[in-house]
Every structure is written in structure tokens, then in C-alpha cells.
């Protein structure tokens, strides 16, 4: 995905201190920058969701980056950092629209969230993507560091080695952390029955 083992770019970190600042060229060139990194991150979200969303990869990475020109109080410490932090960003969006999908129509049926990417959580494939959301914030109570191994693996794409490196653990500690997280989740949603239309 992005390379977030290599030296620091001088330039990149210059950006990322100034940006939503006063410059507005300093973040046009930090977008220019990490626009394939985001995107690539979008499409990862996108292909956890069914087919047919109203949302693309592409409206998901500019409405994640007009959000993130918002967090004028984060002090960005990296590359990494900036990327997390925008995957937890793009999370949210498609949480917060599917939660208006719903109120708007009722009777809809759920976006499921689709098998490949239940299959790599181990979780059964009648549940949805507010499913899984609701579990992982049950979870982020019980593990948080384990519940943000999910959030960035799962639903960010990142690698093993890159989750290391923003947690500030090592690999061998992302991967407990995320094998008892999708052992936890597995038994969380099996258990429980599966997400159903909103009543009236």
C-alpha cells in the first residue's frame, strides 16, 4: 500500500505541519501527494461494501480529505499517522451514510458488507456493515488497541508492518492483537441475531 518503512520525505512533513493552515498551496501539494495513497485506501473500504453504493472510492477520498482539513487541532506526526487517521475518517462517512440510507428508507434492504471481506474476519455472512461497526465500538471497551488493529487492517488495508509502526508496537504484537480480535468478533456476531430493517 504506502511505504511508511522508507526515510521520512522533508517535504511531506513540512506539509503536514502546515496543513489546514494559512498556506492553502501546502495542503493542495500534501493532497497531490497522498491522493493515490487515499484512494487506493478508499477502494478498500468501497469493496467491503455491496455492490451498487451510492458512494465511490473517489467521493469517499475527497469527502475523507474535506474532513481531515477540518482536524486544524491534530499535530500530524507522520505519513502513517495522517493515513490512519484518514481510515478512520472514511470509516466513519460510510457509517454515518448508511445510517441515513436507513432513516430515509426504512424498508431498504441492509448493504451487507461482502463475503471476501467478512471472510477475512471470520464472521458470518449475514452481517451487515453497522454490525460489524457496532461490535468493533463494543470491542474498543474491552482491547482498544486490538480494536484499532481491526479498524486499520480490516477496514483500512493497511499491512501487518504499517499498523506496527502507527501503534508504535511491533508486528509480532499486531499480530495477537489481531488474531484475538477476530476470535472476539467471530463469537460477538455469531451469537447475536443478524441486523434487521429498521421498524416502524
Known sequence: M????????????????????PDPEAGQRLFESLYEDLRRMARNHM??????HTLSATALTHEAWFRMAEQTRTQWRNRAHFLAVSSTMMRRILINHEQ????????????????????????????DLIAVND????????????AKVVE???????????????????????????????????????HSPPSASPKE
Open 2 to 21: 504506502f511505504d511508511t518503512m522508507s526515510a521520512p520525505d522533508p517535504s511531506l512533513t513540512q506539509w503536514l505541519s502546515q496543513f489546514a493552515g
Open 47 to 52: 469493496r467491503k461494501e455491496a455492490a451498487g
Open 100 to 127: 441515513a440510507r436507513r432513516a430515509n428508507k426504512r424498508d431498504a434492504e441492509l448493504t451487507s458488507l461482502t463475503v471476501s471481506g467478512l471472510e477475512s474476519l471470520a464472521l458470518p455472512p449475514d452481517r
Open 135 to 146: 461490535a468493533l465500538l463494543a470491542f474498543e471497551t474491552v482491547d482498544p488497541r486490538a
Open 152 to 190: 486499520l487492517r480490516f477496514f483500512g488495508g493497511l499491512e501487518i508492518d504499517e499498523i506496527a509502526e502507527v501503534l508504535a508496537v511491533s508486528p509480532a504484537t499486531v499480530k495477537r492483537d489481531w488474531t484475538l480480535a477476530k476470535s472476539w468478533l467471530h463469537r460477538e456476531l455469531s
